[in-house]
């Protein structure tokens, strides 16, 4: 008997102080392990970025928030592509040296990767990156010229052939904050996820076209007692390889599914089988819209706490509720399989009666 592509859609939200996918890349592994249950594994950046670090998985699909979003409305559709020819944005606040960091690993993912990259250019204006946190403590931000963004993507667009974007903005440099210091040592919120998001929205809501982001940042002083979950951005002088990496073979938009050229490999949100999210994190744009599809079954982290504190029951979504990721790749393989979890456990409920049907 023929199946359909078994696929999941793995969300950590960024920002919010995940304890796993709340820094560098550090959901990652569990991407991989998922990916070997899956055919089709959908996730974002947050996920599969790890600065200098990243993996690749031929059944992954790297798609930004907003598109993500899109897509669970069913707005929007993935196509695969086997490559992207990908843009650059550099942002005119970039000191020179530090410039010249990122286009030496552009240029380094195209002779060891083979990525097929555009010709780059600077924004006319500094973006003036600002951040900011929440009363709740998550981070977000802002750029005081979007505009000067937005020309700079259509330039690439237009003038390059992008299709795909990535942007490096200068970031304020903290180095003795100590919102900074939590994080590097495992026990903070990123505090420049927020802002990176803000970023990437805007190109991928105006062009929709796949975008990924990487901040411009002074190396930090060298600290022993770094977190293992965050010592993937100690690596080195930028955090743009993973970024290219993940564009050169991001999905691309298709808007309608009415396309006037469909393609059977084209992939919607009603085609979704399974969700995993932290249990605390249910209250997102993508998770309500997917607990909207029948037959797609929520899973809810509960190890993986954020500081989102929205529960699948306190917005009506229901969910299989587990303690870890490894619980969850479980009820995975059993969804995939066919199996009812409850046939797995030692106790298992007699059918019942609901009823005689009048005649």
């Not at 996920?47 to 707005?75: C, H, I, K, R, T």
């Not at 690596?235 to 970024?243: E, H, I, M």
């Not at 490999?265 to 997917?290: E, K, R, Y």
């Not at 029951?313 to 399989?337: C, F, K, T, W």
Request: charged letters at 15%; one cysteine or more; aromatic letters at 6%.
């Amino acid at each position: 008997m023929i199946q359909r592509p078994y696929t999941v859609v793995l969300l950590v939200p960024t920002g919010v102080g995940a304890a796993i996918g709340g820094y560098a890349g550090d959901a990652l592994p569990v991407a991989r392990a998922i990916a070997q249950i899956a055919d089709r594994l959908i996730t974002h950046p947050n996920v599969l970025n790890g600065a200098q670090l990243y993996w690749p998985m031929s059944n992954s699909f790297y798609v930004e928030g907003y598109g993500l979003d899109q897509f669970a409305a069913m707005n929007w559709g993935l196509r695969p592509v086997h490559q992207n020819r990908v843009g650059l944005i550099l942002d005119a606040a970039i000191e020179p040296d530090l410039r010249w960091r990122q286009l030496q690993a552009a240029d380094a993912t195209k002779a060891t990767l083979g990525l097929n990259l555009t010709d780059y250019v600077v924004t006319d204006m500094p973006l003036n990156v600002e951040l900011r946190r929440t009363p709740g403590g998550a981070s977000w931000g802002t750029i005081g010229h979007p505009e000067s963004l937005l020309r700079a993507a259509e330039r690439l667009i237009t003038k390059a052939g992008a299709e795909a974007i990535a942007v490096v903005a200068r970031f304020p440099d903290d180095a003795d904050s100590e919102a900074l210091q939590q994080y590097r040592h495992g026990s903070g919120i990123d505090p420049i996820a927020g802002a990176e998001a803000v970023i990437s929205h805007k190109v991928v809501r105006t062009f929709k076209i796949p975008c990924a982001h990487a901040p411009a940042l002074l190396p930090l002083p060298l600290d022993p007692e770094i977190s293992p979950r965050a010592a993937a951005e100690e690596l080195g002088y930028t955090f743009l390889p993973c970024v290219l990496a993940g564009l050169s073979r991001s999905p691309q938009f298709i808007l309608g599914q009415n396309s006037s050229m469909p393609n059977s490999a084209d992939i919607w949100a009603d085609q979704v089988d399974a969700v995993v999210i932290p249990a605390t994190a249910a209250g997102g744009s993508a998770v309500l819209s997917f607990s909207q599809y029948r037959g797609v079954q929520i899973i809810a982290v509960g190890e993986n706490s954020t500081l989102m504190q929205v529960k699948p029951e306190d917005v009506g979504i229901p969910a299989v509720q587990v303690n870890s990721y490894l619980e969850a790749l479980g009820v995975l393989v059993a969804h995939r399989a066919g199996i009812s979890a409850d046939a797995l456990r030692p106790q298992i409920s007699a059918i019942r009666c609901l009823g005689s049907v009048a005649p």
